[in-house]
C-alpha cells in the first residue's frame, strides 16, 4: 500500500464573517476552496500579493484559525479543527515578527517550558532536558535558558521562536514571513538554519514567503496566489521559470521587482 502524503489539504477555504451590529455583518473570502499535497522532507512557499490569502491559509493549516469549510489530513489521518493538542505536536507555526511574539516578563527557559507544560507529561527535570537539547539544535547556548528575549539579538530571538515551535517534534513547521524582515546575513543564517534542521530531522515546512530569491533557494513547491485564489501551482523551477498563465507571469514579475535575497555562505 503506497503512504499518505505528509500533508493533504482537501477543498480547504476561509470566510471571516464580522458582525458589524446587531443585523449587520461584513463576509470577506480569505482564500477560496483549495488542495494541495506536501511530502515528507519538502517545502512548500506561499506566495502572492498583498490579501491574497496567504496569512489566513498558514493561520488555517496551523490551527491558529478554523477553516470555514474543508480538510486537513496529516499521514492520512483527518485533524479535527478543536484538536489542539494532537494538531500542536504535528504542526506549528512561526508568527510573522518572532521578536514580538516572545513574552518579555518570560526567561527563554520558561517560554520554550510551556507547550511540554501543556501538551506533555515530562517531569520538570525531563522538561529541562529537553528545552537545553533544543537550544542547542537552534545554535544557542544553555545560557540562553536564563535569559530574558529582551536580553538577545534578533537574529536569538528567531532562534527561540524556531526552538518553540521545534520543542514537541513536530513534523511541519509553518512560517509565516518570519525571515522577510531580517538583515540579509541574519536571514542568510536562519535560513541555513532551518536548511540544516529539515535534512537532520526530515521537517516539513510551508513558508509564506516574498522574496523569490528564499523561495527559489529553499522551496520544492510554489502555490501562487491572488485574491484568494490559486493562480499557480507546482514544482519551483517550474513555477518560478515558466509561469503557465499571464496572471502568474504578472505576479512573479513583481517580485522580481523587488527581488533582494541571495544565498550565502557562512
Ligand atoms: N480577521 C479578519 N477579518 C476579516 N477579514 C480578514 C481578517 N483577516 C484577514 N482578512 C482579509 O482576508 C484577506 C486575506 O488576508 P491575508 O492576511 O490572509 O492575506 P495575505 O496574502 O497574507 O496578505 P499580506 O501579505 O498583506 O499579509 C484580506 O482581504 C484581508 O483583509
Redesign the pocket.
Known amino acids: 500500500m503506497t503512504r499518505p502524503p505528509l500533508l493533504k489539504v482537501d477543498n480547504l477555504s ?1 470566510v ?1 464573517v ?1 458582525h458589524t451590529g446587531l443585523f449587520r455583518k ?1 463576509v ?4 477560496h476552496p483549495l488542495c494541495f499535497t506536501l511530502e515528507r522532507g519538502q517545502t512548500l512557499a506561499l506566495m ?12 488555517v493549516l496551523a490551527g491558529v484559525l478554523p477553516p470555514s469549510k474543508g480538510s486537513i489530513y496529516i499521514d492520512g489521518e483527518k485533524i479535527e479543527a478543536g484538536d489542539y493538542k494532537k494538531r500542536c505536536q504535528l504542526i506549528r507555526m512561526i508568527f ?1 515578527d518572532p521578536g514580538t511574539s516572545l513574552n518579555p516578563r518570560s526567561r527563554i527557559g520558561q517560554i520554550l517550558e510551556a507547550p511540554l507544560l501543556l501538551n506533555t507529561d515530562l517531569d520538570p527535570e525531563q522538561r529541562e532536558a529537553l528545552v537545553l537539547d533544543t537550544l542547542r539544535m537552534v545554535g544557542l547556548l544553555p545560557d540562553h535558558y536564563h535569559f530574558y528575549p529582551q536580553m538577545i539579538s534578533t537574529g536569538q530571538k528567531h532562534r527561540v521562536a524556531l526552538a518553540r515551535a521545534l520543542i514537541l517534534s513536530p513534523n511541519i513547521i509553518v512560517a ?2 518570519a525571515i522577510s524582515n531580517l538583515d540579509i546575513s541574519v536571514r542568510s543564517q536562519i535560513i541555513n538554519l532551518l536548511l540544516s534542521l529539515q535534512q537532520s530531522l526530515g521537517l516539513s515546512y510551508v513558508l ?1 514567503a ?1 522574496d523569490l530569491g528564499v523561495v527559489r533557494h529553499i522551496s520544492d513547491q510554489v502555490i501562487l ?1 491572488h485574491e ?1 485564489h490559486v493562480v499557480e501551482a507546482g514544482p519551483t523551477l517550474r513555477v518560478l521559470n515558466n509561469p503557465q498563465s499571464e496572471q502568474a507571469a504578472r505576479l512573479l514579475q513583481s517580485y522580481n521587482n523587488e527581488y533582494r535575497w541571495r544565498p550565502a555562505r557562512f
Open positions: 476561509k471571516f464580522n461584513t470577506k473570502t480569505a482564500f502572492g500579493d498583498a490579501g491574497s490569502g496567504k496569512s489566513s491559509l498558514a493561520k510573522q509565516d514571513e509564506v516574498n496566489m484568494g
